[in-house]
């Protein structure tokens, strides 16, 4: 990745040319290692389509992936580019099978797009698993078009192996959110809670998600990652459905939020990426999970609401 000047306050992740070296070392690559039995807790730097074969059937309890979406993308040097409805579909069903074989047959997966891929991520998810649902994140950024509408959501589709036999844990994803109109019974608060810094409720979260900011650079997540998913969003998945202790898969790594989310919330982990570059920022910010466990958004085992920072700090 290229050297960029950057602000004072800029706290993105970048990868000195002292450390690469160790950080390399730590990659899996299919050349060195027979990943049969070296994959847990490992960053597995690899096309996916050679990696899933020497990887064990049934391993996930988890699956998160955030595929390339059908358009113009450099991941470093490595340009996907975009095609019609149908070729896409193609590529997408030439890998999500595969990667579904890798799900337990109590597991559970997610996977991302936006607008313009979902129909296809919604077949691909309905040829494989059973679907219970869609979520949308209301995602701020990116330039505004002349002649169209801008851009500002990304869905998440839910699916399941078995709808009968999956795990689910919506208390560990309670929303902490202002009470606007507090509702008292017998002079006490009803579903609230009165604290110095207002009123407070703890609300089970709904599928469309507006709370989360895409990483950016005074954020201490924050890499040159092209496509960077923010951890508060990961730490949602992660948290409803898994248990600490499972297993959290991700063939499409990046700069490895899927992998670090779960090292913070004492799960285990393992992540695919093609780009050598990205499985090293990957690493280093496994290396900087080992002493801060902070996920912004997210303390005292809730979610707070957007700007709210101050509070949750205290
Ligand atoms: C949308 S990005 C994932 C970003 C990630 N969620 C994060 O938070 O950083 C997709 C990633 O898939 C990688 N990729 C594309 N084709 C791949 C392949 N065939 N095998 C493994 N990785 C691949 C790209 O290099 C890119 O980093």
Known sequence: MEEKKR?????????????????????VTINTTEIHDDFLDRTINADLLAALPLLPDGFADLIIIDPPYNLR????????????????EEYLMSWFPQVCQKLKPTGSLYMCGDWKCTSALQ??????????????WQREKGRGAKANWKNGMEDIWFGVKDPDNYYFDIEAVKQKRRVIAP?????????????????????????????????????????????????KL?????????????????????SGTA???????????????????????????????????????????????????????K
């Open 73 to 88: 993308k450099n991941f470093n040097g490595k340009v996907f580019s975009a095609r019609d409805e149908a070729s896409y």
């Open 183 to 231: 509702y008292r019974e017998n002079g006490k608060p009803k579903d609230w809670e009165e604290s110095e810094d207002g009123n407070f409720r703890l609300t089970c979260p709904s599928n469309f998600w507006d709370d989360i900011s895409v990483p950016f650079w005074s954020m201490p997540e924050n890499t040159d990652h092209p496509t960077q998913k923010p951890e």
């Open 259 to 313: 992998s670090v989310v779960a090292k913070k919330l004492g799960r285990h982990w393992c992540g695919i990426e093609l780009n050598e570059e990205y499985c090293m920022l990957a690493e280093k910010r496994l290396e900087l999970a080992e002493t801060d466990k902070e996920i912004q958004g997210y303390s005292d085992g809730v979610f707070w609401e957007r700007n709210s920072a101050a509070l949750y700090k």
């Open 234 to 254: 990961y730490a949602k998945l992660i948290l409803a459905s898994s248990r600490p202790g499972d297993v959290v898969f991700d063939p499409f790594l990046g």
């Open 7 to 27: 602000a004072e306050r800029n706290r993105t992740i970048t990868l000195r040319e002292t450390e690469k070296e160790i950080l390399r070392n730590r990659l």
């Open 123 to 136: 077949r691909a998810m309905e040829s494989e698993l059973s679907v219970l649902n869609r979520i949308t």
